[in-house]
């Protein structure tokens, strides 16, 4: 039996840019190209034990996750391409980010206060 860490490295061998940017899609004479941001995660996980104590014994695991954004999309019109974003996606990415870097700026203003 193959085990589970290479099952599941096998599985994931598409992430990357293929998932980031979608399939061209052709509309009244524009191409579109979707944009995603794209995160995920795994565990794993094994065991067997063969020795004469244990014997008996196993393990498995597993896991998984991931999310997809989309944050918008290139479009080609007339020769020209240019990004239109999703502006409710992007707001929903950067309120996080935004929030994080207050908080230390906040931080570093009062560890300078003291």
Known sequence: MESLTVQLAEK??????RNSYGTPIEVD?????????VSFGFGGGEGDTTNAENAGDSGSGG?????????????TRNGATRFEPNPIALLAVCVPLVTATGLVAARMVKALKR
């Open 29 to 37: 004479g524009a191409t579109i190209i979707p944009v995603a941001l």
């Open 12 to 17: 994931i061998t598409n992430i990357g840019v």
């Open 63 to 75: 896991g998984g996750g991931g999310m997809s954004v989309p944050v918008g999309a290139y479009v």
